[in-house]
C-alpha cells in the first residue's frame, strides 16, 4: 500500500512505449501472416490479412475499453465472469463445433469463438482477487494450505474441461498461469516447491504407467496426444506420420540461418509442407524467410513487452493490480515459448498460437485484454513526493 506523501501530478499514465511494442508486433504479424498464406490457394492473396487486420482493430477497440475502466471494480466481477466462463466450456462440450480433432470452438455463424482463450484471463483475475485478500504478510507452510486448496480447485476445474476438448497447450497455460501468481505471491516458498515437485512426480508417474503398464496408460493420455510425444521424441523416426510437422519446421528454420531466403521465398513454407503454418506454426515462417536476425527482432519484441510489464508492476499502487500484471506476464510469457518451443522441437506440439503474430481472433482478442488490464493499471497509478513505499 501506499504510505504517506505527496500527491506528484502524472504527466501521462498511458505506456506509449507498450503501445508502440504492440504497434510493432502487428505490423510484423501482417509481413509474416500475408508470407504464411501464400501456400493456400485462394483468390484473394489478402485473404488471411484482410482478416488479421480487422480482427486487430477489434483487438486494439477492446484493450483501450478495457484500459480506461477501473480494474479495481473487477474484485466483485471476478468470480462471476469466472462461472460464465465455466459455463461457455460447459457449452462447448455438448455443443461446440468439432474440428481438427478437437472440440474447441462455438460457431455463430460469421466467426468462431474459443471460450477457453477468455477463462485465461477470467483465472488470472480470480486468482488476483483471492491473493489480494491475504494482504502483504508472508505466509507460514500451513498458514499456505487453505489458500493453496482454494487456488488449485478453481485452477483444476477449467485445466480438465479445457484438457478433454482436448486442447494440452490451453491446459498447460492454465497451469502456468497458477504458478505464476503463487511464486509472486505470500504463499510459503516451501509450498509452491511442492506444487512443482507434485506436478513433475505426476509427469514421472505417466513415463512409469507407459513403461510398465501401457493398457492403464493409454486410458489417460489419448492416441492423438501420444502420436504427438513420440513425434516430438524422435521426429526423425516418425518423419511420414507423427513427426511429419515438426521434420518440416525443423527444416525450414534451419536453412533460414542467418538473415533467412527473404521475404515470401521460404521453400518449406510456401510449398505447402508446413501444417497450419499461418496459426500455430507461423514462428517456421519467420525461421526461414527472415532467419536468425529475424527471430532474433521479434524475441526482442517480447522481451521489452515484458520488460514494460514489470515495470508498470513496479510502480502499482495496490496488490490486485500487481497480481493482474502478473498473471497477464505468466499468460503472455508461457505462449511465446510453448509457441517457439514446440516449432524447433524443445517441446510437444500443442494448439497454441504466438502471441499478437498468429493469424486469429479468440487468442488475439485475449492477449489484448491482457495488455488492456496491464494498461488499466497503469493509468490509475499514482506517484508520489516524500514517499518511503511508493508502490505495494
Known amino acids: 500500500m501506499v504510505i504517506g506523501g505527496m500527491m506528484k501530478r502524472n504527466e501521462t499514465q498511458v505506456d506509449y512505449p507498450l503501445i508502440l511494442i504492440l504497434m510493432a508486433l502487428f505490423f510484423f504479424s501482417l509481413f509474416v501472416v500475408y508470407s504464411a498464406s501464400g501456400q493456400y490457394q485462394t483468390d484473394d492473396s489478402l485473404y488471411f490479412v484482410k482478416r488479421q487486420v480487422i480482427w486487430y482493430i477489434i483487438g486494439f477497440t477492446v484493450m483501450a475499453i478495457v484500459a480506461y475502466f477501473d480494474y479495481e471494480l473487477l474484485e466483485k466481477w471476478a468470480l462471476p465472469l469466472y462461472l460464465v466462463g465455466i459455463g461457455l466450456l460447459i457449452l462447448v462440450h455438448f455443443f461446440g463445433t468439432f474440428k481438427n480433432g478437437s472440440q474447441r470452438w462455438i460457431s455463430f455463424g460469421l466467426f468462431e469463438l474459443q471460450p477457453s482463450e477468455f477463462v485465461k484471463v477470467f483465472l488470472v483475475l480470480l486468482l488476483s482477487v483471492f491473493l489480494n485478500k491475504l494482504g502483504e504478510r508472508n505466509l507460514s507452510f500451513i498458514e499456505s494450505i487453505p489458500i493453496t486448496l482454494k487456488m488449485v480447485v478453481f485452477t483444476m476445474i477449467p485445466f480438465f474441461l479445457i484438457l478433454v476438448q482436448p486442447d494440452l497447450g490451453s491446459a498447460l497455460v492454465i497451469g502456468a498461469v497458477l504458478i505464476t501468481l503463487m511464486v509472486v505471491s505470500n504463499i510459503s516458498y516451501k509450498m509452491i516447491l511442492l506444487i512443482i515437485s507434485s506436478a513433475a512426480g505426476l509427469l514421472a508417474f505417466l513415463v512409469y504407467l507407459h513403461n510398465h503398464f501401457f493398457d492403464i496408460f493409454i486410458k489417460i493420455i489419448k492416441p492423438h496426444q501420444l502420436e504427438r510425444i513420440y513425434g516430438w521424441l524422435s521426429p526423425e523416426s516418425f518423419a511420414s506420420s507423427y513427426g511429419y510437422q515438426l521434420t518440416q519446421s525443423l527444416l525450414g528454420i534451419g536453412s533460414g540461418q542467418m538473415t533467412g531466403w527473404g521475404f515470401n521465398q521460404g521453400h518449406q513454407v510456401q510449398s505447402g509442407r508446413i501444417p497450419?503454418?499461418?496459426?500455430?506454426?507461423?514462428?517456421?515462417?519467420?525461421?526461414?524467410?527472415?532467419?536468425?536476425?529475424?527471430?532474433?527482432?521479434l524475441i526482442s519484441l517480447y522481451f521489452l513487452l515484458i520488460y514494460r510489464m514489470i515495470i508498470i508492476a513496479l510502480r502499482a499502487n495496490t496488490l490486485f493490480g500487481v497480481y493482474i500484471i502478473a498473471g497477464a506476464i505468466g499468460l503472455i510469457s508461457f505462449q511465446v515459448f510453448q509457441n517457439i518451443a514446440m516449432t524447433i522441437g524443445l517441446m510437444p506440439i500443442t494448439g497454441l498460437a504466438l502471441p499478437f503474430i498468429s493469424y486469429g481472433g479468440s487468442a488475439l482478442l485475449t492477449n489484448m485484454i491482457a495488455i488492456g488490464l496491464v494498461l488499466s493499471v497503469n493509468i490509475r497509478s499514482k506517484n508520489y513526493m516524500f514517499s518511503n513505499h511508493q508502490t505495494v
Open 276 to 297: 497450419e503454418v499461418h496459426t500455430d506454426f507461423i514462428f517456421a515462417v519467420i525461421g526461414e524467410e527472415f532467419g536468425f536476425v529475424g527471430a532474433s527482432i
